[in-house]
Nanobody
Framework: VQLQASGGGLVQAGGSLRLTCAVS????????IAWFRQAPGKGREVVSC????????YVADSLKGRFSIDRDNVKKEGYLYLESLQEGDTAVYYC????????????????WGQGTLVTVSS
């Protein structure tokens, strides 16, 4: 299983980005996609996750209203939409995947992408 995260970059505060996670290698179409982020000097925290069918979505309380998640099961891609970006959103964003039910626990995800850097400038 391989995950490829893309879409990060340098953006001004108030701007928007769409991150993409391309997933390959699963023998089943039923896999969860989650996003975590790690800011400089901090631990990795959960941002959002979406169930295999796409019907259940979770966004961290502190990010609701600015971040959203979606997926395209035909393309086998997950998307994280970042809006009204703030300097505090600067981090490496990682996508992760697992089969079964959604989880917010980092250790429950066996498959990880390499991360994509989002830098928000003032």
């Amino acid at each position: 299983v391989q995950l490829q995260a893309s879409g990060g970059g340098l953006v001004q505060a108030g701007g928007s980005l769409r991150l993409t996670c391309a997933v390959s290698g699963f023998k089943t179409p039923y896999f969860v996609i989650a996003w975590f982020r790690q800011a400089p000097g901090k631990g990795r925290e959960v941002v959002s996750c979406i169930s295999a069918e796409g019907g259940r979505k979770y966004v961290a309380d502190s990010l609701k209203g600015r971040f959203s998640i979606d997926r395209d099961n035909v393309k086998k891609e997950g998307y994280l939409y970042l809006e009204s970006l703030q300097e505090g959103d600067t981090a490496v964003y990682y996508c992760a995947s697992r089969t079964g039910v959604s989880s917010l626990v980092r250790s429950e995800y066996p498959y990880w992408g390499q991360g994509t850097l989002v830098t928000v400038s003032s």
